[in-house]
């Protein structure tokens, strides 16, 4: 691509990994390099094996954990773990023609990277890479920097009355 575009997947609702997940099998179907990549998520989702399958290189950040489900981790090590994945992220980058960072936002929304750092990230992105960013609560300096947003909103979720997670549809 002459151009890449910053997508962002954001809002309260089911579906941001999904529509990234979405995105990245249709651009392999056109020949392109896929870069998934995944912070915060210890738990293997089943989209992840089925990526593999089809030649998408997938790095999963698992030492960026999440504060909320890890509330006794060591914030300035968390913090430390993000940079060093950004940076990590930042060097791969101009190999690939897509670029998923699957839970970017809550890497913001936790303070484990400023909205600065963020921004300066995209800045670094290469002009021709498409990269798409997932995750709640995405900032509105990151709104304002991406091409396309598309906000989840939660309607109905069964969740709410009381029925638990179903393997191969909300994991």
């Known amino acids: 691509m002459e151009k890449g575009l910053i997508h962002i997947y954001t809002g ?3 579906g941001k990994t999904t529509a990234s997940v979405g995105l990245a099998v249709r651009a392999k179907g056109r020949g392109m390099k896929v870069l998934f990549s995944q912070f915060m998520k210890s738990v293997g989702g089943s989209e992840i094996p089925m990526l593999e399958k089809l030649n998408v290189r997938v790095v999963k950040f698992g030492q960026v954990l999440s504060p909320y489900f890890h509330p006794g981790a060591d914030m300035g ?20 023609d897509l670029v998923v960072l699957d ?6 929304s936790y303070g484990l990277v400023t909205e ?3 921004l300066a990230f995209l800045r670094q992105k290469p002009p021709n890479v498409e990269l798409v ?13 991406a091409d396309y947003v598309t906000d989840m909103k ?8 009381g029925l638990k997670a179903r393997e191969g549809i909300e994991f």
């Open 154 to 161: 939660a309607v109905k979720h069964p969740l709410k009355t």
């Open 77 to 96: 090590q968390l913090r430390e773990s993000a940079l060093g994945a950004l940076e990590q992220l930042r060097l791969l980058m101009p190999g690939y």
């Open 103 to 108: 839970e970017f936002m809550h890497l913001v």
């Open 133 to 145: 960013l997932t995750g709640r609560c995405a900032p509105k300096s990151l709104i304002e920097a």
């Open 12 to 14: 309260e609702g089911k």
């Open 116 to 118: 600065e750092e963020a």
